[in-house]
C-alpha cells in the first residue's frame, strides 16, 4: 500500500470511513471526488489530496508520518521504501547508561556498513551515516537502538520510524526477532548465535581471541539486512489483509 491508497491520515477519518471509501471504488486519490464524502469531512480529505500530492512530490517523509496514526506507520514502507535505512545495535548489557556500543549496522541504497567500537563507530560516523535517511526501520529501536545511540553518542535520531516489532504485532507475531523470523521463514546462515553471544563474542573479542569480531559483525550484517526482508513480508501482508482483503 502506498500513501496515495490512504485517507486515513485525514482528521475524522478513521478506518470504519476510509474502508467505506475504498468500497465504493475509490482507492486512490486521483479516484476521489466531491460527494463520495459528503461535507466538511469530504472538504477535508480534497485538503489532504491536495497538499499530500505537493509533500510526495519532495518526498516528505515526516508529514505523513505526523498525518498518520502510530499504529498505520507502515503505510509509509512501500512509498519511500528507497529511503529506508535499516540498522541494529549490538552492546554489551541492556542499560543504555552503563553499557557500551559495540556495533553499528546500518543497510541503506542496497549497501551495508558496520561501525564497530574503538574503530570507526563514533558520533560523527553516525551522523554521517544517518543523514539521508528519510525513514528509520528497525526491531524493537524504539524502546532499544534509539535510545542507546543517542545515549552513548551525540546523535539525535528523531527521523519517521517503522518499528517492526509493531508492526509484526498486527499480524499476531510475537517475541523478538528471530523468533519472528522462525515463524515466517527467514532464514540465517548462523541461527546458533543469538544476543547473549554478542555480548561474549565481543568480551572475547578484547580479550584477543581470533575471529570473534569477525562473527559478531558478520551477526550484526545480518540482523539488519533481514530487517529488509522483514519489511517486505509483513508490510505485504498487511496490504493483502487490509486493503485487497
Not at 477519518?13 to 486512490?28: A, L, Y
Not at 553499557?99 to 553499528?104: A, L, S
Not at 543469538?194 to 570473534?212: I, K, Q, T
Not at 529488509?228 to 501482508?237: H, K, W
Request: aromatic share 8%; with cysteine.
Amino acid at each position: 500500500m502506498r500513501v496515495e491508497n490512504s485517507f486515513i491520515g485525514v482528521e475524522g477519518v478513521g478506518e470504519k470511513t476510509e474502508r467505506s471509501i475504498w468500497e465504493q471504488g475509490v482507492t486512490h486519490w486521483d479516484e476521489f471526488e466531491p460527494g463520495v464524502v459528503g461535507g466538511k469531512r469530504g472538504q477535508r480529505i480534497g485538503s489532504f489530496i491536495d497538499e499530500g500530492r505537493d509533500r510526495l512530490a519532495a518526498a516528505d517523509v515526516d508529514y505523513f508520518d505526523r498525518a498518520f496514526p502510530s499504529s498505520e506507520q507502515w503505510r509509509l514502507y512501500e512509498t519511500f521504501r528507497d529511503r529506508a535505512c535499516f540498522f541494529d545495535i549490538e552492546t554489551t548489557g541492556l542499560d543504555e547508561h552503563r553499557n557500551q556500543v559495540t556495533t553499528v549496522s546500518l543497510h541503506h541504497d542496497g549497501e551495508t556498513q558496520t561501525l564497530v567500537a574503538g574503530d570507526d563507530l563514533t558520533a560523527g560516523n553516525l551522523r554521517a551515516a544517518f543523514a539521508d535517511a528519510g525513514l528509520l526501520v528497525t526491531f524493537n529501536g524504539k524502546r532499544f537502538d534509539v535510545p542507546f545511540l543517542e545515549a552513548n553518542f551525540d546523535v539525535d535520531l528523531d527521523h519517521p520510524h517503522l518499528d517492526l516489532m509493531y508492526t509484526c504485532k498486527k499480524l499476531g507475531l510475537s517475541g523478538g526477532l528471530k523468533q519472528v523470523e522462525q515463524d515466517i521463514g527467514i532464514e540465517r546462515d548462523r541461527p546458533d548465535i543469538s544476543g547473549r553471544d554478542a555480548v561474549r563474542l565481543w568480551r572475547e573479542h578484547e580479550r584477543g581471541v581470533d575471529g570473534s569480531l569477525e562473527t559478531l559483525i558478520s551477526y550484526n550484517r545480518e540482523d539488519t539486512v533481514n530487517l529488509r526482508t522483514l519489511a517486505d513480508r509483513v508490510t505485504g501482508d498487511l496490504d493483502d489483509e487490509l486493503f485487497l482483503g
